[in-house]
């Protein structure tokens, strides 16, 4: 299957992570007398060492009219592609450019629509990163079964499967994902196109496109824009697309104007537990718990860092 990229037939791609290690258990049982805690109540009890502070030298900052959008990049996954995406950012190649398109319930898309724009130090293209070997990722591995592969879990905060059997591991197209696009050719992308994730999760792209990084604030500047009208939702003219003001490094940002993101680690207790009360929702609401949970529909959690207490 095709995806459109702007220049030469404008077709998208796809990346891929992974890794390997112990599933996390079903749910822990709750001390006698204790009630099971949801997952609000889970992450309100989280301990400040149960979060990770954004490295700006892997956070992108894409300002766009209605506010800032916030990326990390998965060097782990995606390295040459992520070096060149920095390159990018750093060169400013996409300041003044445009998304120029908006497909309902799959992709929003953004970057140079007459592909003229000079690249400076960085490359147009790249051999493409759809995989990569599994020795090496420590996988949180999920407890459940998933359609597309035999293991699933989380990188960090970046969901990600794994095949044992041939020993490789991949990135996977969960809601608020970015990847590089490219046309038929596997090598056609390197990071000048790039698209995020706006609907169900497109798990049929996965280790077909690179994937490189995710959202992790400021998706509903994305989600929201106005879908576009023509073919697979690419805006029919000029005037429609959104304009980028700025697509910088966090690390090329004064301190003081950059957003402290955190995000909850998953090599934790309390990820454990945030997984649990999510597979058997509590809240009164529920009345039928699912006992069972999707990687794409456990949003790892994001917060801006808490200001430091005052001095006593």
């Given at each position: ?23 996390l258990?079903?749910?822990?049982p ?34 766009l ?8 990049l998965?060097?782990?996954?995606a390295p ?33 629509a ?24 420590n ?39 970015v ?29 077909n ?5 995710r959202v ?5 500047h ?34 003081q ?23 058997n ?32």
């Amino acid at each position: 299957m095709k995806l459109p990229s702007i220049q030469a037939g404008r077709a998208l791609s796809v990346l891929l992570l992974a890794a390997c290690a112990a599933p996390l258990s079903a749910a822990p049982p709750a001390p006698a007398g204790k009630k099971p805690l949801t997952s609000a109540e889970v992450l309100a009890q989280a301990a400040p060492s149960d979060w990770r502070t954004l490295d700006p030298a892997d956070t992108i900052y894409m300002e766009l009219p209605s506010g800032r959008v916030v990326i990390e990049l998965a060097a782990e996954f995606a390295p040459r592609h992520v070096a060149n995406v920095s390159a990018l950012a750093h060169g400013h190649y996409f300041d003044g450019l445009a998304v120029m398109r908006a497909q309902d319930n799959y992709v929003v898309q953004w970057g140079d629509a007459d592909g003229k724009k000079p690249v400076g130090d960085a490359q147009r293209t790249l051999p493409a990163e759809f995989e990569r070997p599994l020795r090496g990722l420590n996988l949180v591995r999920l407890p459940d079964a998933d359609t597309y592969a035999p293991q699933v879990g989380f990188v960090g905060d970046i969901p990600a499967a794994a095949d044992p059997a041939s020993g490789r591991a991949w990135a996977v197209h969960c809601y608020g994902m970015v990847g590089a696009g490219r046309d038929n050719d596997v090598d056609s992308g390197g990071g000048t196109e790039l698209y995020v994730v706006i609907g169900q999760a497109p798990r049929h792209l996965d280790r077909n496109v690179t994937l490189l990084g995710r959202v992790v604030l400021g998706m509903e500047h994305l989600s929201v824009l106005p879908r576009g009208t023509g073919a697979l939702g690419f805006y029919e003219h000029p005037q429609e697309r959104v304009p980028i003001k700025s697509f910088h490094l966090a690390s090329d940002v004064p301190p003081q104007e950059r957003t402290e993101v955190q995000v909850l680690r998953t090599d934790t207790a309390t990820f454990q537990a945030y997984v649990a009360a999510r597979r058997n929702r509590l809240e009164e609401w529920f009345k039928v718990p699912a006992g069972h949970i999707d990687v794409c529909n456990l949003p790892v959690p994001a917060r801006l860092r808490p200001a430091p207490p005052p001095p006593q």
